[in-house]
């Protein structure tokens, strides 16, 4: 999941970045849920990095994503306002 992260920011202006670290970096424990596929745990812990960290595009991202692997749709591209 790392990996993935950091190629994705590579084309990113450093200044873009400096500004809100916590908008770059999503939850350790929630992605290692999401990596060993534990959809459920992973909806858990990036729905708590999302109540806490709200402008975190990337916990969004990851929840929507752990949120259509368990096939719902709607909640998937709703996030926490389906909940």
Do not use: T, W
Request: aromatic residues 4%; proline residues 4%; negative net charge.
């Amino acid at each position: 999941m790392c990996a993935v992260i950091l190629l994705l920011s590579v084309g990113i202006p450093s200044e873009a970045m400096a500004g809100r670290p916590e908008d770059q970096v999503c939850d350790a424990a929630a992605d290692y849920s999401l990596g060993l596929e534990d959809y459920s745990e992973a909806i858990r812990r990036h729905v708590e990095v999302v109540r806490q960290h709200p402008g975190n595009a990337l916990a969004h991202y990851h929840l929507g994503f752990a949120l259509g692997m368990l096939g719902d749709r709607k909640a998937e591209s709703q996030g926490l306002s389906a909940g």
